[in-house]
């Protein structure tokens, strides 16, 4: 991270957007050599290079591999001679000629993702499954490693599609590119976890990719055994951690029966019963287990102040706070990659003034060496965030992140209610929280109950409190920072994304005295009308995602006239703000309906209304020229609205 001290003026929005330099630092398997994978050129002309390292002086690179003119999603070590590089391959073909006509179609741009195993001596590149002709030509994505094998130096496992469309595990020659099946799924598998190389969880998902089943077979058995189904689109309540100590348990995460919290805890895979909790931590869940380069566990992620790690092996936690002290105890300090013998660290860094960077720890030479960075930002140009402790009307108590525009002088404020509902926000680089501080503008990012990481008992005092209690802690929230800060509370603005958008539009409902813009993001505007699209498309046999958001919003037969008055559509005229409404035309999570029944409502009540629908995108996923794009007109409406 830099170490600049004049404060400049604010960076432009488009600086923000700049194009992601490093994508990634790995160790080799015996922790002496280091690559460097780095994206270079333009986005429509990229060009992969990595750099290798030697551990000992990683003052300079070794070697160059250049990769040509592709676009390189990630790297790894198969083993301590060969990398691993997933590309990305787009090409433009020519398009079918309808039937009766001599002309073709339009042309498409078709993109391909490939696995490409090359020699650290910087020859001998292999595409794995090149000797599968044909299905090199049929299928788009086949980049997916699932088990580098560190047992097997000359294999990985990977999954593709067969021919008759469903999924295959195959085991995949790194030196000459021949795939082996080992596992055949069916039409709605999309993966598998493996424990020395061998299935032993397998995924399905639903067809709108919100639901996933799990099956769990044992070493030795031959049929699945049903699990679990579990929700995708929030955090699931079971995943997937490492293989354990021996080869009939697993480690996962997941909050027992009668339990607040969400703990690390062993399962067996022949009976399915869990352990007892490991590193467990009161009020927080875990965030994911910390493995070494051998997938081992060795320690559980919790996220306090910020990122903290409860260790399994108690010589480790030294030397993570050497290295939060480096970083002045300002940065989230992700431990990426642990050497098998320890000493030496690849460590990913981030915090609200670090958009990301990755460091050498070596602990005999005692140095951090900067490695690489995605964004080159100087930190005194960007906004400094703050973790505030919200009283509430009711007498509890939340927490919530302030970020200051640079310079910190007070002025206008944006509330940016995070989606979920149970996730949380985190005090770490936000690219959307920047771009407003960037402004001048002052961010405030409050974790309300209902949101997630803080404990079932903290999510569920947001149950059914839509409209009501979540929007009472974000108001809180608000007189906090205005009265303590003495910013400006007649310039005063929500918006935010999913469950983030519906509390925005919510918010303009309740207090047409507050807020002076609105901008909803993929937002829920119509409770009963949402509960109704739930039920409808849940193919699961006992409605269990409906049945999950009925305990969370409400049940229509029960609650429907609270529903109704927590619904923005349903209470437009109240509103007083311009709304902005954006929406992916294609959004499985939230369907395109809610932001257009909100938009009819806005103009049948005369009210100010900007309505944006972007094509081939989802739920908030759209590309960064796009994003880049829409953060212009969100900045130009808060602009005119803090005038």
């Given at each position: 991270?830099?170490?600049s001290h004049a404060?400049t003026?604010?960076?432009?929005?488009?600086d923000?957007f700049?194009?992601?330099?490093?994508?990634?630092?790995?160790?080799?398997?015996?922790?002496?050599?280091?690559?460097?994978?780095?994206?270079h050129?333009?986005?429509?002309?990229?060009?992969?290079?990595?750099?290798?390292?030697?551990?000992?002086?990683?003052?300079?690179?070794?070697r160059?591999?250049?990769?040509?003119?592709?676009?390189?999603?990630w790297?790894?070590?198969?083993?301590?001679?060969?990398?691993?590089?997933?590309?990305?391959?787009?090409?433009?073909?020519?398009?079918?000629?309808?039937?009766?006509?001599?002309t073709?179609?339009?042309?498409q741009?078709?993109?391909?993702r490939r696995?490409v195993?090359?020699d650290?001596?910087g020859?001998?590149?292999?595409v794995?499954?090149?000797?599968?002709?044909?299905?090199?030509?049929?299928?788009?994505?086949?980049?997916a490693?699932i088990?580098?094998?560190?047992?097997?130096p000359?294999?990985?496992?990977?999954?593709?599609?067969?021919?008759?469309?469903v999924?295959?595990l195959?085991?995949?020659n790194?030196?000459?590119?021949?795939?082996?099946?080992?596992?055949r799924g069916?039409?709605?598998?999309?993966?598998w976890?493996?424990?020395?190389?061998v299935?032993?969880?397998?995924?399905?998902v639903?067809?709108?990719?919100?639901?996933?089943t799990?099956?769990?077979?044992?070493?030795?058995?031959?049929?699945?055994?049903?699990?679990?189904?579990?929700?995708?689109?929030?955090?699931p309540?079971l995943s997937?951690?490492?293989?354990g100590?021996n080869?009939?348990?697993?480690?996962?995460?997941?909050r027992?029966?009668?339990e607040?919290?969400?703990?690390?805890r062993?399962?067996?895979?022949?009976?399915?019963?869990?352990?007892?909790?490991?590193?467990?931590?009161?009020?927080?869940d875990?965030l994911?287990?910390?493995l070494?380069?051998?997938r081992?566990y060795?320690?559980?992620?919790?996220?306090?102040?910020?990122?903290?790690?409860?260790?399994?092996?108690?010589?480790?936690?030294?030397?993570?706070?050497?290295m939060?002290?480096?970083?002045?105890?300002?940065?989230?300090?992700?431990?990426?990659?642990?050497?098998?013998?320890?000493?030496?660290?690849v460590?990913?860094?981030?915090?609200?003034?670090?958009?990301?960077?990755?460091?050498?720890?070596?602990?005999?030479?005692?140095?951090m060496?900067?490695?690489?960075?995605?964004?080159?930002?100087?930190?005194?140009?960007?906004?400094?965030c703050?973790?505030?402790?919200?009283?509430?009307?009711?007498?509890?108590?939340?927490?919530?992140?302030?970020?200051?525009?640079?310079?910190?002088?007070?002025?206008?404020?944006?509330?940016?209610?995070?989606g979920?509902?149970?996730v949380?926000?985190?005090?770490?680089?936000?690219?959307?929280?920047?771009?407003?501080?960037?402004?001048?503008?002052?961010?405030?990012?409050?974790?309300f109950r209902g949101?997630?990481?803080?404990?079932?008992?903290?999510?569920?005092?947001?149950?059914?409190r839509?409209?009501?209690?979540?929007?009472?802690?974000?108001?809180?929230a608000?007189?906090?920072?205005?009265?303590?800060?003495?910013?400006?509370?007649e310039?005063?603005?929500i918006m935010?994304?999913?469950?983030?958008g519906?509390?925005?539009?919510?918010?303009?409902?309740?207090?047409?005295?507050?807020?002076?813009?609105?901008?909803?993001?993929?937002?829920?505007?119509?409770?009963?009308?949402?509960?109704?699209?739930?039920?409808?498309?849940?193919e699961t046999?006992?409605?269990?995602?409906?049945?999950?958001?009925k305990?969370?919003?409400?049940?229509?037969?029960?609650?429907?006239?609270?529903?109704?008055a927590?619904?923005?559509?349903?209470?437009?005229?109240?509103?007083?703000?311009?709304?902005?409404l954006?929406?992916?035309?294609?959004?499985?999570?939230?369907?395109?309906?809610?932001s257009?029944?909100m938009?009819?409502?806005?103009?049948?009540?005369?009210?100010?209304?900007?309505?944006?629908?972007?094509?081939?995108?989802?739920?908030g996923d759209w590309e960064?020229?796009?994003?880049?794009?829409?953060?212009?007109?969100?900045?130009?409406?808060?602009?005119?609205?803090?005038?």
């Amino acid at each position: 991270m830099g170490r600049s001290h004049a404060a400049t003026s604010a960076y432009p929005l488009a600086d923000f957007f700049a194009q992601a330099k490093t994508r990634a630092v790995v160790l080799s398997p015996s922790g002496d050599r280091i690559a460097v994978l780095e994206q270079h050129g333009a986005a429509d002309d990229p060009r992969g290079l990595i750099l290798l390292f030697d551990a000992v002086d990683p003052a300079r690179p070794v070697r160059r591999i250049e990769l040509g003119s592709l676009k390189v999603e990630w790297l790894d070590w198969a083993n301590e001679q060969r990398l691993l590089a997933g590309v990305v391959i787009k090409k433009t073909v020519p398009g079918a000629k309808p039937i009766g006509s001599l002309t073709p179609g339009a042309a498409q741009t078709v993109t391909a993702r490939r696995v490409v195993s090359l020699d650290t001596a910087g020859g001998d590149p292999v595409v794995l499954f090149e000797t599968d002709a044909a299905r090199m030509r049929r299928s788009q994505d086949m980049g997916a490693v699932i088990d580098l094998l560190p047992e097997d130096p000359d294999h990985v496992l990977m999954v593709a599609w067969e021919v008759e469309g469903v999924m295959g595990l195959h085991k995949v020659n790194i030196n000459t590119g021949r795939a082996e099946r080992l596992e055949r799924g069916n039409f709605a598998t999309v993966g598998w976890r493996t424990h020395n190389g061998v299935a032993v969880l397998r995924r399905d998902v639903n067809p709108r990719r919100t639901v996933e089943t799990l099956y769990a077979r044992a070493p030795g058995e031959s049929e699945w055994k049903f699990m679990r189904r579990t929700r995708i689109v929030d955090k699931p309540d079971l995943s997937w951690v490492a293989g354990g100590d021996n080869i009939d348990t697993v480690l996962v995460s997941t909050r027992a029966e009668g339990e607040d919290v969400e703990t690390i805890r062993e399962m067996n895979l022949h009976t399915l019963a869990f352990g007892p909790p490991m590193q467990p931590r009161a009020g927080r869940d875990v965030l994911y287990g910390l493995l070494d380069d051998r997938r081992r566990y060795v320690g559980a992620a919790y996220y306090g102040d910020r990122l903290e790690y409860e260790f399994a092996e108690p010589g480790l936690a030294a030397h993570h706070r050497a290295m939060n002290r480096f970083f002045d105890d300002d940065c989230d300090v992700h431990l990426v990659q642990i050497s098998p013998d320890r000493s030496r660290i690849v460590a990913y860094v981030d915090g609200p003034r670090e958009p990301g960077a990755w460091y050498l720890y070596d602990k005999t030479a005692r140095s951090m060496t900067n490695m690489g960075a995605r964004l080159v930002l100087d930190p005194q140009r960007l906004g400094h965030c703050r973790l505030l402790k919200i009283g509430t009307r009711d007498g509890a108590e939340i927490e919530a992140y302030l970020t200051s525009p640079p310079g910190g002088t007070p002025g206008p404020l944006v509330v940016l209610p995070h989606g979920g509902p149970e996730v949380r926000d985190q005090r770490r680089f936000d690219r959307q929280v920047q771009v407003l501080a960037a402004q001048g503008w002052w961010v405030l990012q409050p974790n309300f109950r209902g949101s997630g990481g803080y404990g079932l008992d903290f999510a569920k005092q947001g149950w059914r409190r839509w409209g009501e209690r979540m929007q009472e802690d974000i108001e809180d929230a608000v007189a906090h920072v205005v009265r303590d800060k003495g910013l400006d509370a007649e310039r005063v603005a929500i918006m935010g994304t999913s469950y983030g958008g519906y509390a925005a539009l919510m918010g303009a409902v309740r207090r047409p005295d507050l807020y002076k813009a609105a901008i909803s993001i993929c937002g829920v505007s119509d409770l009963p009308d949402m509960l109704a699209w739930e039920k409808r498309d849940d193919e699961t046999p006992t409605k269990e995602i409906f049945d999950f958001w009925k305990k969370r919003i409400g049940d229509p037969e029960v609650d429907g006239p609270m529903l109704e008055a927590a619904s923005p559509r349903r209470r437009a005229a109240e509103i007083a703000c311009p709304v902005l409404l954006v929406h992916g035309v294609n959004d499985e999570i939230v369907p395109i309906v809610q932001s257009r029944i909100m938009n009819r409502a806005l103009r049948g009540a005369g009210k100010s209304v900007d309505h944006v629908e972007v094509p081939d995108a989802g739920h908030g996923d759209w590309e960064d020229k796009v994003e880049k794009e829409l953060m212009e007109r969100y900045v130009a409406l808060l602009r005119r609205a803090f005038a």
